[in-house]
């Protein structure tokens, strides 16, 4: 009985006990860590509610912006775009060059190359057209020449270099 | 249940208490007038009741008593010697009562004393019954009696038998030395006088017959009983303490040997091995509350950790949106505006003179202007200068155009005035 009893008491003392105190050391350690990560993340993370109402204004920003750059990628709908505004401006096209590249890893670069023909006033309210506030085309070059410069009204010959950066999507 | 407070009156002698002698299944009292009576045991309640602290003498079955010479024991070795005798012959014993008798310088006649099962059961039930009384050993308290000498049973014969229910004590007188015999274990024989010759056969087979004053503790039927009731009275007293008497006592847990000990020993045993799984259950309880903080702690973080991941997300978007911003900033920053510049050359030019080509890159402009007139270039050159940007005139030929003599200028403006050609930068 008495070997039963001590036997008992080694056993539990040995698998129940020694170990619970090791775990319990164990445990605070991690409790204490973790408590300073939480502190860390909850101070992070603090007003996430404010980011994501933030967050719901830029996204349907970045919409906007991305839809204003729909029509440039495009190249058709792109031409399409420019010859309105020719046409509205009663602007002859001798010719129109478009070519795509990569400026860096997250924007594209397209070039455009375009010989107008057309009186003075138009040529000018043609420029006001395409170099507007709401695209961010870019008049690389421009050159305006007259082959009858004693005319009352002569005709002029614009080259026009333009060049558009497009955020890569 | 303490059993030594029965003894506090060890040397107390009073001549008007009840004395009760209990053996066998016999009771025998001695009353105030010294009248002897025997009653049965049902009455032994009524009769206690109505005296003061009466005095009970135990014989067998309710004290088991040995007696033997031994030399001179302290208290210890008579405390060992009890032990050594009966250690695990008599292991419920309650309480335990060793008297040592000094003989002479030499030796000592020691009497054990044990209380029987039966014994405790009748102290504990009178103990119950709320009946004060005080009790002593009989055998013991009938040598010791002798011994001092207070009663002069054995004067005329030098011998003495006492017959008590279950047990005969023989005690003889020589050279002024006590020599006892005591006979016990007589309960297997039905009579009294079946146990009488019994005990008397095997005595006077080692001894040889001879003469004894009888004392008999028996049925009061029994012819002897009447005649010796005057002896009865002075040997129902307690002894009286004195130096030639030594006594010591146990009660049945100090008894380290007895079986009882033994199990308590276990019983403590048992209360720590509870104690440890108490200690264990406790322990583990404490573990596992932590165990359950620190996974709720972790649940926590793992939820502040998606915030945080959600957070980069957001970053990263107003980082494409301050992107795609800053772009379409930079590019109207960078924007040349040859409306601007053309509207501003037309306020310059004089009538006569008109532009042929223009071209503009960056900050660079270069113009071809024809002059039907004599407006003079220099003028011209300062005015464009001062109000577009650093001049320089690169040629200035005159040309026929249309039969129409006229002069050609080829005009190059640096560093274009911002102000005039450039959107701001902020």
Known sequence: MTILLVATMILAISNFIAPAYEARSYYHDQIISLENQYQLLYRYSLHVDYHETQLKQIEQQLEDLQQLYDIPRNSAAFQKHFGKIQRENHLTVVAHQTSKENASRDLEKINIRQTLEGKYSNHMNYLKAILNDRNSILLERYALDTSAPLSNEPKLTADLQLTLFLPLK | ??????????????????????????????????????????????????????????????????????????????????????????????????????????????????????????????????????????????????????????????????????????????????????????????????????????????????????????????????????????????????????????????????????????????????????????????VSQINQQRLTKKRSIHILEQHSARLDQIAEIRLKYIRFVSIRQTANSLKIYPARFLARLDKILPRSVWVRSFAIRDDLVTLELLDSGKSGISTLMDQISRQCGETNLKSNEPITLEKTPIRKYAIEIKHLNSQTHYEKLD
């Open chain 2, 1 to 286: 249940m303490n059993f030594i407070s029965g003894l506090t009156g060890y040397s107390i002698k009073s001549e008007h208490q009840t004395r009760i002698l209990l053996h066998g299944k016999l009771i025998y009292s001695i009353g105030h007038e010294q009248t002897v009576s025997e009653f049965s045991y049902e009455t032994l309640k009524k009769r206690l009741i109505g005296t003061r602290r009466p005095l009970l003498f135990l014989a067998s079955p309710y004290i088991h008593s040995y007696i033997h010479t031994t030399i001179q024991l302290s208290s210890r070795e008579m405390e060992t010697a009890d032990q050594q005798l009966f250690g695990f012959r008599n292991p419920a014993s309650p309480f335990i009562m060793v008297t040592s008798l000094k003989l002479n310088d030499k030796k000592a006649l020691t009497i054990h004393s044990h209380l029987s099962k039966i014994g405790a059961d009748l102290l504990a039930f009178k103990r119950r019954e709320k009946v004060s009384f005080i009790w002593h050993p009989a055998v013991s308290s009938f040598i010791t009696t002798l011994f001092q000498g207070s009663v002069d049973l054995l004067h005329e014969k030098g011998r003495l038998r006492i017959y008590l229910a279950n047990e005969l004590l023989q005690i003889e007188k020589q050279d002024n030395q006590l020599r006892c015999q005591h006979l016990n274990y007589l309960q297997n024989q039905k009579t009294f006088e079946d146990k009488k010759r019994t005990a008397e056969r095997i005595l006077e087979k080692s001894e040889g017959k001879q003469e004894y004053t009888t004392l008999i503790f028996a049925d009061a039927t029994t012819p002897d009983v009447e005649s010796s009731n005057h002896l009865v009275d002075p040997l129902l007293f307690p002894p009286v303490r004195n130096r030639q008497i030594k006594t010591v006592t146990r009660i049945q847990k100090k008894r380290s040997l007895a079986f009882r000990s033994i199990i308590k020993r276990n019983n403590l045993l048992g209360i720590a091995t509870f104690a440890v799984i108490v200690w264990a259950i406790l322990i583990n309880l404490h």
